[in-house]
């Protein structure tokens, strides 16, 4: 088991940044793949980025590319996503996830934060 705790959204104004972080407890950091998703009202939970065990596999989807990066730091447990050039687009709830690299990347994953809301101004 492992529980997640996410934290640092909030309300940015259109090209801001914001930085999130999730926290893990239980079972060893390190052996799980982490990522972040997003949902938006009305619209179904998206795969935003993903980082494996070790940090050596790195995903992102087309959207945030350039844009967010996904770090970890095994000896914090603790994932983060920093998130620049936003987008009233980007608006949305966003949940980190762990798990087995490919239930990550897929979502299909059972470990799930409860969510952080990220509120883009235009």
């Known amino acids: 088991q492992v529980q997640l705790v996410e934290s640092g959204g909030g309300l940015v104004q259109a090209g801001g940044s914001l930085r999130l972080s999730c926290a893990a407890s239980?079972?060893?950091?390190?052996?799980?793949?982490m990522g972040w998703f997003r949902q938006a009202p009305g619209e179904e939970r998206e795969f935003v980025a993903a980082k494996g065990r070790s940090g050596s596999n790195t995903a992102y989807a087309d959207s945030v590319k350039g844009r967010f990066t996904i770090s970890r730091d095994n000896a914090k447990n603790t994932v983060y996503l920093q998130m620049n050039s936003l987008k009233p687009e980007d608006t949305a709830v966003y949940y980190c996830?762990?798990?087995?690299?490919?239930?990550?990347?897929?979502?299909?994953?059972?470990?799930w934060g409860q969510g952080t809301q990220v509120t883009v101004s235009s």
């Open positions: 996830a762990a798990g087995p690299l490919l239930t990550v990347l897929t979502g299909t994953t059972d470990y």
């Open positions: 239980g079972r060893t950091f390190s052996s799980y793949a």
